[in-house]
């Protein structure tokens, strides 16, 4: 199955991740729906083809050793707004 790819960056002390950009990964598969290689016309209503995606997969491409802004601007993930 197709499936798309997330690329951005991983905040290391908090696990966040935030996404900058994402592509299609195509499985090349003529049976599915999402493959440029698939095997019938626009509009395919055919219970042998593959409807869904898989979930996406996120690909750090940038990983900061530190906390994301969101989790700084609460306080650097202390008190009662913590960040997990």
């Given amino acids: 199955m ?3 790819v997330i690329d951005g960056k ?3 002390l908090c696990q966040h991740f935030i ?3 994402t592509r299609q990964q195509d499985c090349l598969r003529p ?3 999402f ?3 698939h095997a019938h ?5 055919s219970s042998s083809c593959t409807r869904m995606m898989q979930p996406p997969q996120r690909n ?3 990983i900061h050793e530190s906390l994301c802004a969101d989790c700084i601007m609460r306080g650097e993930g202390r008190g009662v707004l913590k960040c997990s």
């Fill in 2 to 4: 197709c499936y798309n």
């Fill in 10 to 12: 991983l905040h290391l």
């Fill in 19 to 21: 996404p900058m950009s």
């Fill in 31 to 33: 049976n599915c729906l």
């Fill in 35 to 37: 493959s440029r290689n």
């Fill in 41 to 45: 016309p626009v509009g395919c209503r």
């Fill in 60 to 62: 750090p491409i940038r």
